[in-house]
């Protein structure tokens, strides 16, 4: 998602981990699993919700004309996905039964949107599954609020500057 640029990259490292993991002590007959829980309701969302409240206030107007709406659109959706997301008890069966299956698989997913994302991720190119989150993103968007910010990417600004 739009802003979890940091977390994301600390799961995918954790993931990369685990993969590099599985396959350093397969042989001795350790088994490790990942994972992948989607929406859980936990305490998680509001606590990001205050923290990411806490740094719009102190954003400056321009700051806060390009981002201020995905701010306020990403704690919207984390709210949503907390309350339709799985309980605590639910992600744990998940988790059990990934811990006591004779023969685990590699990767399991908690929750229908972890499903969804790990399913569709590999068939749809990178460009669509960018345009389905943010889609999901845009229903939780203040009316007005700009879709995206107002600068270039990342990739363009460094090929081609101003």
Known sequence: MATYGAYAGAKFALEA????LRREVGPLGVQVVVVEPGGVRTEIAARGAATANDLAARMTPEQHE????????????MASGTASGLTADAAARVIVKAVTARRPRTRYTAGRDAALIMRLGPLLPDRALDRVLAA??????????????????AANSASHPR
């Open 66 to 77: 390009r981002y201020g709406g995905l701010v306020r659109a990403n704690n919207e959706l």
């Open 17 to 20: 981990v685990s993969d590099s």
């Open 136 to 153: 999901n993103l845009r229903r939780h968007s203040p009316k007005g609020a700009s879709e995206r910010p107002a600068s270039h990417s």
